[in-house]
């Protein structure tokens, strides 16, 4: 037995025996098959086992990397930071500060994933994935274009690099730069194809350019790719709302919010990030990583010495980049979504719907006046005209000119008879800036209640005009 441990042959084989089998996912996320399985091993085994080991060996650097990779896996970042920073506090590596990097970047401290980063990169100038990881965090900080240079350098290093391209087209996107960020995307999905992530990015930079019927179009790819994927369902929400088809948009943005919770729940299931959902790759990889552990594992040769263990742990970069590569998200405006999924479901009349999603917008920015006239003409339609018009005459009274108060303040009273009152509105509407055809058809029917069929053609040509 070797010098760092007093314990038995047997005992010390059957406590490396899991490190091996968890190293051996190098090889099934390269494309290896492993025949025999055994049933899954879970974090808590494999803690136990790591938990032997380092009473047996002590203040171990490699073994408290381990510890970090096994939390990582599990989705404990907060432990994993942790364990690597144990790990780099007892020996100076650059496997320690990736992993510091990844934890904090999972965990929303970008800053601190930046200085990881850095020295990272600085020990390992010319990896690729180090300054795509490092890029990706400026990037979530703000600073853009400080990140595109470094995604440069990337590209540079691999010009067949996907998600360093994708990534600086975020980066672009953010910066309102959205020719430079279409080229990039473009380039992303020209080297891959099959991820729904890029296709996503490009139909927001579309819908940014105006181009809605390229961001139609890519948005149908991306859901191809993926339907679990929210965040194409609120592109074709919003590229169906600008067109005014109330009942696509509705369907639409119900769609991606129906994926958006599903994606919450796997969150905190443990699920880390959208990367991780989106990216079919990574859950594939992050999949064979337990059914490596699980595998009925056979070597040869007596295993019972750490510096093997701290040789196949360099290993580890290679066989996760797919898992530890950032890809970015572009992801929408929430508060416009929810907004214009509200106003959609009250032309629908579905209006506890409608409610519910001005409620969301309001959490968001609680004085937004769209949303609060929103809210406000649900709740009318949907019973409490006295609620209703309380609201509705204080928001006007205080925005005299808004075409969207006097709109849905006419909705409300149509809604209960009061049909000189509403037509007063809709035609203040009008005449503050809220010609919509919706306006006109309200009008229309009100000609029509007074069988005044010359007014109703009049009122049915103009809604025609306004589109």
Do not use: C
């Not at 020990?123 to 990140?147: C, F, K, W």
């Not at 360093?164 to 020209?190: C, D, F, M, W």
């Not at 994926?259 to 990889?285: E, H, K, M, P, V």
């Amino acid at each position: 037995m070797n010098k760092f441990s007093p314990f038995s042959d047997e005992i010390f084989i059957k406590a490396i025996y899991v490190l091996v089998s968890m190293l051996l996912f190098a090889s099934v996320a390269t494309g290896s098959v492993v025949q025999e399985m055994t049933p899954e091993v879970n974090a808590s085994d494999l803690l136990e086992e790591n938990d032997f080991l380092i009473s047996a060996y002590g203040e171990n650097s490699t073994l408290y990397l381990y510890r970090a990779l096994i939390y990582y896996h599990d989705r404990q970042f907060q432990a994993a930071l942790e364990a690597a920073r144990h790990a780099q506090e007892i020996k100076d590596t650059v496997q320690a500060w990736q992993l510091i990097g990844m934890s904090t970047s999972r965990l929303g401290n970008y800053e601190a994933s930046i200085d990881a980063f850095e020295r990272v990169v600085h020990s390992q100038p010319e990896d690729p994935v180090a300054r795509n990881m490092h890029a990706a965090s400026l990037t979530q900080i703000g600073e853009s274009r400080r990140a595109i240079d470094a995604f440069n350098k990337a590209i540079s290093l691999n010009p067949e690099y996907a998600a360093a391209y994708n990534n600086r087209g975020v980066a672009h996107y953010t910066l309102e730069e959205y020719g430079p960020s279409e080229s990039s995307l473009k380039k992303a999905i020209q080297l891959d194809s099959e991820t729904s992530v890029y296709h996503a990015n490009l139909a927001w930079t579309y819908y940014e350019k105006g181009n809605l019927r390229g961001a139609e179009r890519t948005a149908r790819n991306a859901q191809v790719l993926d339907r679990t994927n929210p965040h194409p369902y609120f592109i074709s929400g919003n590229v169906a709302f600008d067109r005014e088809q109330y009942r696509a948009a509705y369907y639409s943005y119900q769609s991606g919010f129906g994926q958006l919770i599903n994606a919450q729940r796997w969150y905190y299931a443990g699920i880390s990030d959208f990367t991780t959902l989106l990216n079919r790759r990574g859950a594939n990889i992050v999949d064979s990583y337990y059914k490596s552990v699980a595998a009925n594992v056979q070597y040869q040769g007596t295993w019972d010495r750490i510096d093997v263990v701290e040789y196949k742990i360099k290993r580890y970069e290679e066989s996760l980049a797919a898992e530890y590569d950032k890809i970015l998200i572009i992801e929408p405006n929430y508060l416009r979504v929810w907004i214009q999924f509200g106003y959609s479901a009250l032309q629908l009349g579905k209006y506890p719907e409608a409610l519910k999603a001005y409620e969301e917008a309001l959490k968001r920015e609680p004085q937004n006046l769209e949303a609060r006239i929103g809210s406000a003409h649900a709740i009318g339609k949907g019973g409490d005209y006295i609620m209703a018009m309380e609201t509705l005459n204080a928001i006007l009274a205080a925005h005299p000119t808004n075409g969207w108060g006097y709109y849905s303040r006419g909705e409300v009273q149509l809604s209960y008879g009061k049909y000189d009152e509403a037509k007063a509105d809709f035609e203040k509407a009008i005449e503050t800036g809220h010609p919509k055809p919706v306006v006109y058809r309200s009008l229309e029917k009100i000609a029509i209640v007074n069988e005044d069929p010359l007014l109703q053609t009049y009122y049915a040509l103009r809604g025609l005009l306004s589109i």
